[in-house]
């Protein structure tokens, strides 16, 4: 991703597991996220937190140290995700381990959807999708009650 422009990103936890439906670990992301925003890196324009996925309409402004904010973002966030699991929940810390050599757990997928918004009207329909995203399961709208 490029600094300076306008993205609609999805990361996702990996095999879809509901690993965000802990609030600690939905404040782990809220929490760098801001970080990121307070240290001028990133600008957000709207965001989610499913169970199993984020999508964001951010900014990259600059640099986090040498490597770019969504990077720092996932680094930060696995190592933390990893942390509070292996001291509340061992079992479920199992569920992420990788057979890669690059790392011991592996939370979030590889290649993250990043879709440039290049018009008004695509970042207001991709804003209209995170909006609407809690009210989808299975790509159909739940009925309201």
């Not at 933390?80 to 057979?99: A, I, M």
Request: aromatic letters at 14%; a positive charge.
């Amino acid at each position: 991703m490029e600094l300076n422009q306008l993205y609609f990103y999805t990361a996702t936890i990996i095999n879809w597991r509901p690993l965000l439906k802990s609030d600690t670990l939905k404040l782990i992301i809220m929490n760098s996220l801001k970080y990121l925003v307070d240290a001028k890196k990133i600008r957000i324009y709207g965001f989610v937190l499913m169970p199993n996925h984020i999508h964001l309409i951010w900014e990259l402004l600059e640099l986090n140290g040498k490597e770019k904010p969504h990077a720092s973002f996932m680094k930060f966030t696995s190592h933390n995700f990893q942390k509070v699991l292996r001291e509340n929940n061992p079992k479920g810390l199992e569920l992420f381990l990788s057979d890669k050599k690059t790392r011991k757990y592996q939370f979030w997928q590889r290649n993250s959807l990043r879709v440039i918004l290049y018009t008004p009207d695509i970042i207001y329909q991709k804003l209209d999708y995170i909006h609407n995203n809690p009210f989808r399961e299975n790509g159909c709208y739940l009925p309201a009650n």
